[in-house]
T-cell receptor, first 111, second 110 residues
Framework: NAGVTQTPKFRVLKTGQSMTLLCAQD?????MYWYRQDPGMGLRLIHY???????AKGEVPDGYNVSRLKKQNFLLGLESAAPSQTSVYFC??????????FGSGTRLTVV | EDQVTQSPEALRLQEGESSSLNCSYT??????LFWYRQDPGKGPEFLFT???AGEEKEKERLKATLTKKESFLHITAPKPEDSATYLC???????????FGTGTRLQVFP
């Protein structure tokens, strides 16, 4: 089992460019999440989904959009990247009431 | 507002020197408290879930305990391979969202 797979692993963007981060899980989990991790700030929730076709805002949603068209995939989009979005992005999935399984992260730098 | 605070921010231990990491929380309606381990360049890896005050869980050299206001991660006779950042998170209310602390960076040197 691959668990949670994130692509790409690294990316450098110029300010104003757009990109999509892909998260795929093969555990049939209903819940999926996107977090960003910054030094001294911990993991902060961007958006999450409680099932196929549903999405909801987390703690820091501005500048990001998400889609969950298929149960196994959760996409995170940046429409116009800003330097403040330089971060490490983690996707996670879970079954209700249990711990998350995290991906290995995407390191994004916006210059 | 739900909040999770971990201390200390960083901890250096000599191999074999036992210690504890603290996670204090203020939430409405705790559903579960989670401990994760994170190695550099990797995603967090699940360690334990605690659901009620008085509960304890053990795994190798790690033992997690829970009270009504805080959790401790006790590390007994640590080894260099225990070096990592340890994250605490709480799940509260009627959602499955996890609220994370900023972590404790543990270094164990020979």
């Amino acid at each position: 089992n691959a668990g949670v797979t994130q692509t790409p692993k690294f990316r450098v963007l110029k300010t104003g460019q757009s990109m999509t981060l892909l998260c795929a899980q093969d555990m049939n989990h209903e819940y999926m999440y996107w977090y960003r991790q910054d030094p001294g700030m911990g993991l902060r929730l961007i958006h999450y989904s409680v099932g196929e076709g549903t999405t909801a805002k987390g703690e820091v949603p501005d500048g990001y959009n998400v889609s969950r068209l298929k149960k196994q995939n959760f996409l995170l989009g940046l429409e116009s990247a800003a330097p403040s979005q330089t971060s490490v992005y983690f996707c996670a999935s879970s079954v209700s009431g249990y711990g998350y399984t995290f991906g290995s992260g995407t390191r994004l730098t916006v210059v | 507002e739900d909040q999770v605070t971990q201390s200390p921010e960083a901890l250096r231990l000599q191999e074999g020197e036992s210690s504890s990491l603290n996670c204090s929380y203020t939430v409405s309606g705790l559903r579960g408290l989670f401990w994760y381990r994170q190695d550099p360049g990797k995603g967090p890896e699940f360690l334990f879930t605690l659901y009620s005050a008085g509960e304890e869980k053990e795994k190798e050299r790690l033992k997690a305990t829970l009270t009504k206001k805080e959790s401790f991660l006790h590390i007994t006779a640590p080894k260099p391979e225990d070096s990592a950042t340890y994250l605490c998170a709480v799940q509260a209310g009627n959602t499955d969202k996890l609220i994370f602390g900023t972590g404790t960076r543990l270094q164990v040197f020979p």
